[in-house]
């Protein structure tokens, strides 16, 4: 069981309104997970502690536009602390090429001038079966309702993980009888932004309501707004409760609800 999820980055795009790019933090024991490199990686050096009593780091992407793996360049800054750390990416899954092959272009010069391999860091294609870490069993979903082809992770009974991607009614299925779902919400019904390759506030509680999960919390929040009312209002209208991520924030809490109590909708 995961004990905690610190939200490191809740936005997307680019950092904007205190809130840095996708990254998040799940804890077990001496085992972390961190989904998705974001520039939220940074907040490691802000709040270290977050890493005590960790000594091994796994970081799982979701895919490898840039507001998701720009943090892999601070690993030498904030991950050296622990002893084994390891990268695993869709490269083979969702574009034929490795994750290493892929990686290797932005973690070496001229972008980057400690490679992976100086720095004693494993990386590894995920095979799109199911498998384990932290004693916690990862699924992955292909999802291909963005600009290119994304993951969607579940992470046992406790944790879906749905970003960058346009609604998809299968999402539900994959989310279904989640303790939380953490889905993208990048714009409202009546400001759409993106709609063909992001989903709305109304579209993440939607997948939420079909998915019957305990909690929805929305990430990958867009960078053009400083206030997100208007945002998290409309996915309360349909699921009431819904928070919107908030960096450094613990939101352990929401594993709490038994497994797949349906979240009480406006029908
Ligand atoms: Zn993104």
Not at 140 to 165: E, K, N, V
């Amino acid at each position: 069981m995961i004990e905690t999820l610190t939200i490191l980055g809740g936005g997307g795009w680019f950092p904007a309104h205190g809130r840095q790019t996708a990254c998040a933090l799940l804890r077990r024991g001496e085992h972390a997970i961190l989904i998705d490199a974001g520039t939220g990686v940074g907040r490691l050096v802000e709040r270290p502690e977050l890493l005590d009593g960790i000594r091994r780091v796994d970081i799982v992407l979701t895919h490898f536009h840039l507001d998701h793996v720009a943090g892999l360049a601070y690993l030498p800054g904030t991950l050296r602390v622990c002893e084994e750390r390891t990268v695993w990416g869709p490269g083979k899954l969702l574009y034929g090429r490795s994750t290493r092959e892929l990686l290797a272009t932005v973690t070496h010069e001229p972008f980057h001038p400690v490679p992976f391999e100086d720095q004693e860091i494993d990386v590894r294609d995920l095979s799109g079966a199911p498998f384990e870490l932290a004693g916690v069993e990862i699924a992955t979903r292909r999802q291909d309702r963005h600009s290119a082809p994304t993951l969607g992770l579940r992470f046992g009974d406790a944790l879906a993980w749905i970003t960058d991607t346009a609604f998809d009614p299968d999402s539900a299925r994959f989310a279904a009888g989640c303790r939380l779902l953490a889905h993208e919400a990048w714009c409202t019904t009546g400001r759409p932004r993106n709609i063909d390759i992001h989903s709305s506030a109304a579209q993440a509680a939607e997948v939420a309501m079909r998915s019957e999960a305990g909690s929805l919390l929305l990430i990958h929040l867009p960078p053009f707004e400083h206030d997100l009312d208007v945002l998290v209002s409309e996915a309360r209208a349909v699921v009431p409760g819904t928070i919107a991520a908030e960096d450094e924030h613990d939101y352990s809490e929401l594993f709490e609800g038994p497994v797949g109590a349906p979240i009480q909708g406006v029908h």
